[in-house]
């Protein structure tokens, strides 16, 4: 057997606020279970452990043990989604950083060899990565989508010229 992490996403026919949602944290103890009701108080998310030899068994065990703790809270319960995954899988996911790798302008400066003034005059070059982050310290990008932008850029000095042939190649009209 193997320990499997659930999620499981669900609505409730009945009220499932904050008073249930304590309700049946204390009956899923034994599960390490977390409960999360949603905004609407008519659902929401419990993540738990279960032992059961796979994956679709931990989905059919997670539903059964949530289902078993919230029906009497909140009636009938709709399953919307279930997720397992094992301790190595979730152990990984854990160690994943949630938010992207993010630069900002004093970054972008020594990743483009240039001076801090000259990096913030990049946001105006049409084809600069957008903020993902806006902070009272200013913009954040991601960290990859600059590194690409800077692999691409022109670093010719002066302003772009103009088509070198515009008009130089036209016949003159008869």
Known sequence: MTRWHAAVTFTTAGGFGEDEALEALDALVEHGAAVSPAADARGGEIALSVTAESAVAAAVEAERVVTGAVRPLAGAVDVVAIEASTEEAMDRRL??????????FAEIADMAGVTRQRARAFAKIDGFPAPVITTAQGALMTRAAVARWLET???????????AAEGADA????
């Open 171 to 174: 016949s003159p009209l008869e």
């Open 95 to 104: 160690a994943e950083p949630i938010f992207p790798d993010v630069v900002g």
């Open 153 to 163: 850029r022109s670093t010719r000095p002066g302003r772009p010229r103009k088509a």
